[in-house]
Nanobody
Framework: QVQLVESGGGLVQAGGSLRLSCAAS????????MAWFRQAPGKEREFVAA????????RYADSVKGRFTISRDNAKNTVDLQMDSLKPEDTAVYYC?????????????????WGQGTQVTVSS
């Protein structure tokens, strides 16, 4: 089992920045891909960004490309999401996810473990 705990959410004005962090514990963390998803009220949970097991592969949703940056530190068992130029439509609960496979995945069903989520609210 892998336990994931997110932190760093909050309230920010449009154009501002937030940095989310996800701390992993339990089974080996280093080899599997990690990702961030988000879910806005009344909407499906959607892919935001993913990083491969080595950290060398990255993928972003078109809606956040150029504004968000995902990174991981395998020594600390953490994965971060730096969010810049935030927009009101980025408001959602953000979830950290992990999986055993090392290559990138963008579908919700391909991830095995999930955190509880952290709320991000962007005011206009």
């Amino acid at each position: 089992q892998v336990q994931l705990v997110e932190s760093g959410g909050g309230l920010v004005q449009a154009g501002g920045s937030l940095r989310l962090s996800c701390a992993a514990s339990g089974r080996t963390f280093n080899s599997g891909a990690m990702a961030w998803f988000r879910q806005a009220p009344g909407k499906e949970r959607e892919f935001v960004a993913a990083v491969s097991g080595s950290g060398g592969g990255l993928r972003y949703a078109d809606s956040v490309k150029g504004r968000f940056t995902i990174s991981r530190d395998n020594a600390k068992n953490t994965v971060d999401l730096q969010m810049d130029s935030l927009k009101p439509e980025d408001t959602a609960v953000y979830y950290c996810a992990s999986r055993t496979a090392s290559w990138l995945g963008t579908s919700r069903g391909s991830y095995d473990y999930w955190g509880q989520g952290t709320q991000v609210t962007v005011s206009s």
